[in-house]
């Protein structure tokens, strides 16, 4: 059986201490209407009895599920380190990674980094580090 998904008690000052199981459910597609498919939740019986913090500890992420924000962070600051990369590419190698473009533009503000166009005449972004090797106007050290 797949869960899609549980409730459970976390930290919560409305909820009784004494509460220490949860809800498990699933989403299931069904017809709303001819040809139109829609999801439905599917209570599972019973309740469940794992913390919040044991479900998460548990929880082990697919590959091609998202990235942290760390992670994000991490990559593309290691790419920009060795200089200017046109946006297109890090939007393409950050897909293949399951980096949404989203999360590439916070980690982006957070590494401190930049977009200019480049002088080529496709015109096209390319994303550098400030005071990294092609940065126009380098941070004075």
């Known amino acids: 059986m797949r869960l899609d998904g549980v409730f459970l008690k976390a930290k919560n000052s409305l909820i009784r201490r004494d509460i220490e199981t949860g809800l498990a459910f699933k989403l299931v597609e069904t017809e709303a209407a001819p040809g139109i498919a829609a999801p439905r939740v599917v209570w599972e ?7 919040a913090r044991e479900a998460v500890d548990a ?35 950050g897909a293949k990674l399951g980096i949404s473009l989203d999360q590439l533009k916070r ?15 496709n015109g096209s972004w390319e994303w550098y580090l400030r005071g990294g090797p092609a940065d126009p106007d380098p941070l004075p050290l």
């Open 45 to 51: 019986e019973g309740t469940v009895t794992t913390t």
């Open 59 to 93: 929880y082990n992420r697919p590959d091609s599920d998202r990235k942290s924000a760390s992670e994000v962070r991490d990559w593309l600051h290691a790419i920009l380190l060795r200089g200017a990369v046109p946006q297109a590419t890090i939007e393409e190698e």
């Open 107 to 121: 980690a982006k503000a957070k590494i401190g980094a930049e977009s200019r166009k480049q002088a080529a005449m």
